[in-house]
């Protein structure tokens, strides 16, 4: 499956984005997805998580209550809405995908994903 990332962009702190995740060559609704970002000199850490049928999701503690991951599966696109946007978010956001059998498994592991876009820049400023 081929993931095409976009939305990114230099926002103020407090405001908000929405990235969305093109999906392309392979049914998307077997698919997993997750957000992932990375800083400069950093690890890639988890962000949002849903599963393949979108019943579950799971956001990492950092952005909880702030950001919002869903997916359109009818248009083979998975969002992440970022909202009280902090300098702290200022990182490259990549999408990723898994297959999964189970409409209600997801996964937060950069290892437990086979396919990745490209990656969209967030610059948060303060």
């Known amino acids: 499956v081929q993931l095409q990332a976009s939305g990114g962009g230099l926002v103020q702190a407090g405001g908000s984005l929405r990235l969305s995740c093109a999906a392309s060559?392979?049914?998307?609704?077997?698919?997993?997805m997750g957000w992932f970002r990375q800083a400069p000199g950093k690890e890639r850490d988890f962000v949002a998580a849903?599963?393949?049928?979108?019943?579950?999701?799971y956001d990492a503690d950092s952005v909880k209550g702030r950001f919002t991951i869903s997916r359109d599966n009818a248009k083979n696109t998975v969002y992440l809405q970022m909202n009280s946007l902090k300098p702290e978010d200022t990182a490259v956001y990549h999408c990723?995908?898994?297959?999964?059998?189970?409409?209600?498994?997801?996964?937060?592991?950069?290892?437990?994903?086979?396919?990745w876009g490209q990656g969209t820049q967030v610059t948060v400023s303060s």
């Open positions: 990723a995908a898994e297959r999964a059998i189970s409409g209600s498994r997801y996964y937060t592991r950069v290892g437990e994903y086979d396919y």
């Open positions: 849903i599963s393949r049928s979108g019943e579950s999701t």
């Open positions: 060559g392979r049914p998307f609704s077997n698919y997993a």
